[in-house]
């Protein structure tokens, strides 16, 4: 089936310092990627969707220029948390739609997740 | 809008027990609706789904039915197993875009 990838898995940085992470899709190509985030014991909530080539469409108060999100290809999109903080310290996750919509329709294929903890 | 109301865990059972983990949903359109299952340290797995009113979506015995007249999709597995402890979402996707709608989640033990 698809598998969609994370790169890091967990990462720890300081306060001030940017992270980026890595989604990958890895056998098939993802029109549309998606980064969730989700807090202990709590739903995953949206944040932003991407598509390849053009800028990601924010969801209401994420600050775009906190989390910048950059699609440069049908494989691979990035989210770079600038200048974090203790309180963006979350569980980061990825999602990929399929371009194949006509055989995997309103299915996305979830990365495994990455941990951030911002000291 | 859209959202998803599912019930509150933590779930334990007894492995053979029977489960049901409730979903009510709100939307504004005609959803497809489905369920995630996250086991410890992976990634969300789609479980099961249904796109219309009256489907049952189904795998590895778990059973939802679409009831649009309820606006519910209640998970059920007639005999669990341990390994099926997890945290379980529901969630809906709008028909004509991508934008999926997540529940809580709930966190299934199963104890042997």
């Known amino acids: 089936g698809a598998v969609v990838s994370q790169h890091p898995s967990w990462v720890i940085c300081k306060s001030g310092t940017s992270v980026k992470i890595e989604c990958r899709s890895l056998?098939?190509?993802?029109?549309?990627m998606f980064w969730y985030r989700q807090f202990p014991k709590q739903s995953l909530m949206l944040m932003a969707t991407?598509?390849?080539?053009?800028?990601?469409?924010?969801e209401q108060g994420v600050e775009k220029d906190k989390f910048l999100i950059n699609h440069a290809s049908l494989t691979l999109s990035t989210l770079t948390v600038t200048s974090a903080h203790p309180e963006d310290s979350s569980f980061y996750i990825c999602s990929a739609d399929s371009r194949l919509r006509e055989i995997l329709r309103d299915t996305q294929y979830f990365g495994p997740g990455t941990r951030l903890t911002v000291l | 809008g859209n959202s998803v109301t599912q019930m509150e865990g933590p779930v334990t059972l007894s492995e053979e027990a029977f489960l049901t983990i409730n979903c009510t949903y709100t939307?504004?359109?005609?959803?497809?609706l489905f369920w995630y299952v996250q086991y410890p340290g992976e990634g969300l797995q789609l479980l099961l789904k249904a796109t219309k009113a009256d489907d049952k979506g189904s795998n590895k015995g778990f059973e939802a039915t679409y009831r649009k007249e309820t606006t519910s999709f209640h998970l059920e597995k007639g005999s669990v197993q341990v390994s099926d402890s997890a945290v379980y979402f529901c969630a809906l996707s709008e028909a004509t875009g991508n934008q999926f709608y997540f529940g809580t989640g709930t966190s299934l033990t199963v104890i042997p």
């Open positions: 939307a504004t359109g005609y959803p497809s």
């Open positions: 991407s598509n390849e080539g053009s800028k990601a469409t924010y």
């Open positions: 056998d098939f190509q993802a029109t549309t």
